[in-house]
T-cell receptor
Framework: RKEVEQDPGPFNVPEGATVAFNCTYS??????FFWYRQDCRKEPKLLMS???SGNEDGRFTAQLNRASQYISLLIRDSKLSDSATYLC????????????FGTGTQLKVEL | GAVVSQHPSWVICKSGTSVKIECRSL??????MFWYRQFPKQSLMLMAT?????????EQGVEKDKFLINHASLTLSTLTVTSAHPEDSSFYIC???????????FGQGTRLTVV
C-alpha cells in the first residue's frame, strides 16, 4: 500500500464548477499535511496547509480527518487557471521534515 | 520571491558524462535539504536527504555512488549525477524548510536530458 494515495484523474470540469479531491495516508504518526500545486514541468508550490479544524483560503477549503486518515481539498467556482496537478503531501516529525508525496490528481478546467 | 534557488534549469549532456546540480537556500540556513526525482506523469520520489556536514541519507534503491551529494555549507547542497545514462533523464528538484516550520520550499527544478 502506498504511503499517500490519490486518484490520479484527470478530472475534467467546466469553469465555475465545484470539485473535490481526496487523499489517504497510511502512517498514523503523520503530523503535517499539505496540498501543493504543480504546473506542468514546474516545481510544486504550496497551496495550503491542512489543519485538524479545517481551513479555508478563498475558493479553496481543506479538511483533515485523522480518524479515517484522509485529507480533502475542495475548489469552488473553478477557474481555467486552476488547471494543474494537486499533490497531497504528508510528513511526520520523526521524519525530520521529510515529505511524502501522493502521485497527484490532475485537474483540467474547461470552458 | 524564491527562497530556494536551483541551477541549472535544464541541461543536455552526453552519455557517460557527469552533471552537477546546485541547490541554494537564499535567506535561511538549511541543515537539511532533500533531493527528488520526477519521471513524466509520476510523483516526486525522494532520492536522498542531504545533511550539512555529514553524509547524505539515501532512499532504498538509489545508488549513492552514482548520485553524489555534497552539503558543505548551510546554504548549498549539490547533486552530481555521475556517468549519466539516458535512463537518468528526469526532472530533479530540491527542497528545504525554514528552521521554524515544516513547509517545504522547492527549487525551480532541473530537467536533465542524457543523449
Amino acid at each position: 500500500r502506498k504511503e499517500v494515495e490519490q486518484d490520479p484523474g484527470p478530472f475534467n470540469v467546466p469553469e465555475g464548477a465545484t470539485v473535490a479531491f481526496n487523499c489517504t495516508y497510511s502512517n498514523s504518526a503523520s503530523q503535517s499535511f499539505f496540498w501543493y500545486r504543480q504546473d506542468c514541468r514546474k516545481e510544486p508550490k504550496l497551496l495550503m496547509s491542512v489543519y485538524s479544524s479545517g481551513n479555508e483560503d478563498g475558493r479553496f477549503t481543506a479538511q483533515l480527518n485523522r480518524a479515517s486518515q484522509y485529507i480533502s481539498l475542495l475548489i469552488r467556482d473553478s477557474k481555467l487557471s486552476d488547471s494543474a496537478t494537486y499533490l497531497c503531501v504528508v510528513s511526520f516529525t520523526g521524519g525530520g521534515n521529510k515529505l511524502t508525496f501522493g502521485t497527484g490528481t490532475q485537474l483540467k478546467v474547461e470552458l | 520571491g524564491a527562497v530556494v534557488s536551483q541551477h541549472p534549469s535544464w541541461v543536455i549532456c552526453k552519455s557517460g558524462t557527469s552533471v552537477k546540480i546546485e541547490c541554494r537556500s537564499l535567506d535561511f540556513q538549511a541543515t537539511t535539504m532533500f533531493w527528488y526525482r520526477q519521471f513524466p506523469k509520476q510523483s516526486l520520489m525522494l532520492m536522498a536527504t542531504s545533511n550539512e556536514g555529514s553524509k547524505a541519507t539515501y532512499e532504498q534503491g538509489v545508488e549513492k555512488d552514482k548520485f553524489l551529494i555534497n552539503h558543505a555549507s548551510l546554504t548549498l547542497s549539490t547533486l552530481t549525477v555521475t556517468s549519466a545514462h539516458p535512463e537518468d533523464s528526469s526532472f530533479y528538484i530540491c527542497s528545504a524548510s525554514r528552521p521554524e516550520g515544516p513547509e517545504a520550499f522547492f527549487g525551480q527544478g532541473t530537467r536533465l536530458t542524457v543523449v
